[in-house]
């Protein structure tokens, strides 16, 4: 825990959270319930931080056998989805609805978008092909989820953080990964103009009105905020809406300029971390995982103080990644010649 008070990127997401809790005091209406639930949100998200930190230092290598396990299992369940959907829907213009306890399709793009570029950053790693197939798949699937559930941010925002983490990483076939991936892509589209058609028709929908809407109420408290528990109307075109479906405009409303400020010194911060630990380790899977978060953010995750969701794969888990490796011995790192003998000495019972 003392490496994680010490560090700067903690020390910006605790301001963020205790500012966001502090507007709560402000709210209209204001209710003690409704903040302590915030409060107590807020404290998972440090201990869901803190405990990726001490997992991955009792044993990184252990932490990504778990990684890649359910990595592999999330791409098996996504295969379930597909098929199972498309045996009683309409293939391939029915807008695809997953299995699982998320609300949206837009919810498991971004859970399987993340994923996604966690398979690939394994896949990079390892140089056996048989090793690298069934992440290679998995990212594949991930993809295809993203693309028949015509999740348009997250898969464009898939595709441009795939293309950087092989462009950033990869020295030789640099070329030959990117029109992989562009070839994917276009085959999507070419194969299934269905779906493209589907999600021209669907238009922007509401939310330029929704966010025009919100905005127009964010600027009568511009400094401040509504409030953390204040709670959001929008009413456009005879609906109402809890949500303003953009994190950046929801923050404004919520916490004004100074959350947005924090909120932005927070990802600067973050990127800055994540680009150095990037550069050093030749490892730009949790760079590129940051970059997919604060694209998808710009049409959906409300807000980042609330029950374990979407939100806390898609940006809370990168930042608790980075917290834990950056801070982790060189020595420690998966894949080091030290590291696998301290682990071997571990699980044979000597002291590494």
Same mark, same amino acid.
Not at 33 to 39: D, E, I, M, P, S
Not at 82 to 101: A, K, M, T
Not at 223 to 238: E, M, R, T
């Given at each position: 825990?003392?490496?994680?008070?010490?560090?700067?990127?903690?020390?910006?997401?605790?301001?963020?959270?205790?500012?966001?809790?502090?507007?709560? =005091?402000?709210?209209?209406?204001?209710?003690?319930?409704?903040?302590? @639930? *915030?409060?107590?949100?807020?404290?998972?998200?440090?201990?869901?931080?803190?405990? #990726?930190?001490?997992?991955?230092?009792?044993?990184?290598?252990?932490?990504?056998?778990?990684?890649?396990?359910?990595?592999?299992?999330?791409?098996?369940?996504?295969?379930?989805?597909?098929?199972?959907?498309?045996?009683?829907?309409? =293939?391939?213009?029915?807008?695809?609805?997953?299995?699982?306890?998320?609300?949206?399709?837009?919810?498991?793009?971004?859970?399987?978008?993340?994923?996604?570029? +966690?398979?690939?950053?394994?896949?990079?790693?390892?140089? *056996?092909? @048989?090793?690298?197939?069934?992440?290679?798949?998995?990212?594949?699937?991930?993809?295809?989820?993203?693309? !028949?559930?015509?999740?348009?941010?997250?898969?464009?925002?898939?595709?441009?953080?795939?293309?950087?983490?092989?462009?950033?990483?990869?020295? *030789?076939?640099?070329?030959?990964?990117?029109?992989?991936?562009?070839?994917?892509?276009?085959?999507?589209?070419?194969?299934?103009?269905?779906?493209?058609? @589907?999600?021209?028709?669907?238009? @922007?929908?509401?939310?330029?009105?929704?966010?025009?809407?919100?905005?127009?109420?964010?600027? #009568?408290?511009? +400094?401040?905020?509504?409030?953390? $528990?204040?709670?959001?109307?929008?009413?456009?075109?005879?609906?109402?809406?809890?949500? $303003?479906?953009?994190?950046?405009?929801?923050?404004?409303?919520?916490?004004?300029?100074?959350?947005?400020?924090?909120?932005?010194?927070?990802?600067?911060?973050?990127?800055?971390?994540?680009?150095?630990?990037?550069?050093?380790?030749?490892? !730009?899977?949790?760079?590129?995982?940051?970059?997919?978060?604060?694209?998808?953010?710009?049409?959906?995750?409300?807000?980042?103080?609330?029950?374990?969701?979407?939100?806390?794969?898609?940006?809370?888990?990168?930042?608790?990644?980075?917290?834990?490796?950056?801070?982790?011995?060189?020595?420690?790192?998966?894949?080091? #010649?030290?590291?696998?003998?301290?682990?071997?000495?571990?699980?044979?019972?000597?002291?590494?």
């Amino acid at each position: 825990m003392k490496q994680l008070w010490g560090h700067s990127l903690f020390k910006a997401i605790v301001a963020y959270l205790f500012y966001l809790l502090l507007s709560g =005091f402000w709210s209209d209406p204001f209710d003690w319930f409704l903040l302590g @639930q *915030k409060f107590t949100i807020a404290v998972y998200i440090l201990c869901f931080i803190a405990i #990726t930190h001490y997992l991955v230092h009792w044993n990184s290598a252990l932490y990504e056998r778990m990684l890649q396990t359910c990595i592999l299992f999330a791409a098996l369940a996504a295969t379930v989805s597909l098929v199972s959907f498309y045996r009683e829907h309409d =293939f391939p213009s029915q807008r695809l609805v997953p299995i699982g306890s998320l609300t949206n399709i837009n919810e498991f793009s971004n859970v399987y978008g993340i994923l996604a570029i +966690l398979a690939m950053g394994f896949a990079l790693k390892v140089d *056996k092909l @048989q090793h690298k197939t069934p992440f290679l798949l998995a990212v594949a699937v991930f993809i295809a989820i993203a693309w !028949f559930g015509q999740s348009r941010t997250a898969f464009t925002s898939l595709i441009i953080a795939l293309v950087l983490t092989g462009d950033l990483v990869l020295n *030789k076939r640099k070329g030959l990964y990117v029109v992989a991936l562009i070839v994917l892509a276009g085959s999507l589209v070419l194969i299934f103009p269905d779906v493209i058609e @589907q999600a021209v028709l669907r238009g @922007q929908g509401l939310r330029p009105l929704i966010w025009s809407t919100a905005w127009d109420q964010a600027l #009568t408290a511009p +400094l401040l905020g509504h409030g953390l $528990i204040s709670p959001v109307a929008i009413h456009v075109d005879g609906r109402a809406f809890e949500t $303003i479906h953009n994190a950046y405009l929801q923050i404004f409303w919520i916490a004004g300029s100074v959350g947005v400020l924090l909120f932005l010194v927070l990802l600067v911060i973050a990127f800055r971390r994540a680009w150095i630990w990037s550069r050093q380790h030749q490892d !730009f899977t949790i760079f590129s995982m940051l970059l997919f978060a604060t694209c998808v953010m710009t049409t959906g995750v409300d807000t980042l103080i609330d029950r374990p969701r979407d939100q806390w794969m898609l940006f809370w888990f990168p930042l608790a990644l980075l917290l834990a490796y950056q801070s982790l011995s060189p020595r420690l790192l998966p894949g080091s #010649t030290r590291g696998a003998q301290a682990d071997s000495d571990q699980s044979s019972g000597n002291p590494a």
